[in-house]
């Protein structure tokens, strides 16, 4: 007759082996070795030894990135994150401390580590290691070149959840969220105006400094921007490339092409 588990309430799984009633007990040719254990891991003597047990297993197969240990690893003391080594620990602390120890030799410019001042260098040497393999075109980085090569192979994987516009980069997808949003984080500091990207506002802001970067290089006329430059040039080049559907008629821009679908049409 087969022995009742005295603590049923206790029952835990496989996992966890304390010494039990019925180890001791050999069990009949008829019962299986399986049986045997199963009714052996059924019965524990003390739900607190169990609860032990269990926490000192999981401390001991608790993990942290690349495989270290939790209690081993190394905590920043200002927002609690762990690190694998001393030195991904001296790292990051950088991010609190805003230091910069690793400083350009050419324009003084400074890093918190040494990789980030490597990148940089290669503004100045103009060294661009990383070359596309379908149109031969060379980057400073390997993530740049990844981000280009989506242009050859269409890749978009990064999708607005609001209109499901699908965008090559996490940055142009960012940038698109604020038209739903209406965000614009860049703020003239003249005239307070805001843009969603820092480049609208670095183009605004030629409006106050009267900056004009674009020459153009037939007649040394100056714009702030190239969008301008480039509307100029077909004066020079008589380039039309938008045209009337009704009377074919050509016109530089596109704004010339609409007041004469209004006046005329």
């Known amino acids: 007759m087969r022995k009742k588990n005295p603590h ?14 019925f180890r001791e ?5 008829e019962e299986g070795d399986v049986e045997r254990l199963r009714r052996m891991l059924a019965c524990v003597p003390c739900r607190d030894v169990v609860k032990e047990q269990n926490q000192k297993r999981e401390e001991e197969t608790t993990f942290v990135a690349r495989g270290v240990k939790r209690k081993r690893g190394h905590e920043c003391d200002v927002c ?25 030799d050419v324009c003084d410019k400074a890093f918190r580590d040494s990789s980030a001042l490597t990148k940089h260098m290669r503004i100045h040497s ?11 075109r060379c980057f400073r980085e390997s993530g740049t ?10 890749e978009k994987p990064y999708e607005c959840d609001v209109c499901e516009k699908r965008f090559s980069d996490s940055g142009t997808l960012t940038t698109h ?17 805001a843009f969603r990207t820092s480049s609208g506002l670095k183009r605004h ?10 020459e153009c290089d037939v007649c040394e006329k100056r714009f702030t921007q190239a969008g301008t430059l480039k509307t100029h040039m077909r004066i020079h080049t008589n380039e039309k490339p938008y045209e009337c559907e009704v009377c074919e008629e050509r016109f530089t821009t596109s704004g010339n092409l ?5 006046t005329h049409h």
């Open 8 to 21: 049923p309430q206790r029952a835990v799984n496989a996992r966890t082996v304390l010494k039990c009633d």
């Open 25 to 29: 007990e050999k069990g009949g040719e």
């Open 80 to 104: 609690e994150k762990m690190f694998v080594t001393p030195s991904d620990l001296a790292r990051h602390m950088r991010t609190h401390t805003n230091e910069r120890p690793y400083e350009c």
């Open 126 to 136: 103009n060294e661009k290691a990383y070359e596309c393999d379908v149109c031969e």
């Open 145 to 154: 070149l990844k981000k280009h090569m989506r242009i050859h192979t269409n």
């Open 177 to 193: 969220m604020r038209i739903h949003t209406n965000e614009k984080p860049y703020e003239c500091d003249v005239c307070d105006k």
């Open 205 to 214: 802001m030629r409006t106050h400094t009267k900056e004009k970067p674009y």
């Open 258 to 262: 609409q007041r004469h679908v209004r």
